[in-house]
């Protein structure tokens, strides 16, 4: 992918956007796993039900002055695969840590880094919504995906404040997983996010420079092409192939025009 843009300094036609991979090669399909039966959509369902009602308990426990570290960790052990394999959580409200492996870590978001040995500065405790509490969560799955022991979910689920009954809707990616210890479908994948918001139009570029031609792209193309070859013969020869290929990027590229997006292909 080339992306060429006209260079005010000298009106030159240069890339701007330059983007090279290898070609994709599908892999070999995994082989099933042996033993375990296959998580159904109602076993994936079921879950979610467990895990809206944790979120409620946890808050009513907490609400109450109960146990609800107690709470959220009997919760964390039945609905989360930490134990069992690896867990690949990230969470909705983590900007410094944001990926949380490990069921301290889940912990610590779930009921404060107050309430537990070792926990991140940022995490007000989800689970009780920093001492407001939930009413209620509830589901709406975009898809669900059944993929034998393994089961995705996709959607939105919508929070209600238990203090003023306000709503938060929230995307979510779900991962369930049968475990070999127990033939208990947990959850070994959570992706969480805040719905993404449009933001205003971006200022318009006012540039008097004439729109770039197809012609001008495939004479940059051609001029590339012809780079790469003139390069590669001096450094054969045991010229200075390394002002060659300068003088080729000053000339073909953008740099010191303006941003340039290279991702090279190796």
Not at 31 to 47: F, K, N, S, Y
Not at 105 to 116: E, K, P, Q, R, T
Not at 198 to 227: C, F, H, I, N, R
Not at 247 to 254: G, I, K, P, R, V
Request: positive net charge; aromatic residues 10%; contains cysteine.
């Amino acid at each position: 992918t080339f992306g060429y843009k006209r260079c005010q300094k000298d009106n030159k036609v240069r890339i701007f956007l330059h983007h090279s991979s290898v070609p994709f090669k599908t892999a070999a399909p995994a082989e099933p796993i042996d033993g375990l039966l296959p998580v159904t959509e109602a076993e994936v369902r079921q879950v979610q039900e467990k895990w809206s009602a944790a979120i409620a308990k946890i808050s009513a426990v907490h609400k109450a002055g109960g146990d609800f570290i107690g709470a959220a960790g009997e919760a964390a052990g039945e609905l989360y695969g930490y134990g069992h394999g690896n867990v690949l959580f990230k969470p909705t409200k983590c900007a410094e840590h944001q990926f949380r492996p490990t069921g301290a870590d889940a912990m610590s978001y779930f009921v404060g880094n107050a309430n537990v040995q070792k926990g991140y500065a940022e995490d007000k405790g989800f689970a009780i919504n920093g001492g407001r509490g939930w009413a209620s969560c509830v589901y709406d799955n975009h898809k669900i995906e059944l993929c034998g022991p393994v089961a995705i979910a996709m959607g939105n689920y919508v929070f209600t404040d238990a203090t003023d009954g306000s709503k938060v809707k929230v995307e979510y990616t779900f991962g369930y997983k049968r475990c070999q210890k127990d033939n208990k479908v947990r959850i070994f994948l959570h992706h969480s996010s805040v719905p993404f918001k449009t933001a205003g139009a971006a200022p318009t570029v006012d540039l008097a420079a004439a729109p770039v031609t197809k012609a001008e792209v495939l004479a940059v193309q051609s001029s590339w092409a012809s780079a790469i070859k003139a390069i590669s013969a001096v450094h054969k020869d045991g010229g200075d192939y390394v002002a060659a290929a300068a003088n080729a990027a000053a000339e073909l590229y953008a740099y010191g025009h303006g941003n340039v997006l290279f991702k090279p292909t190796k």
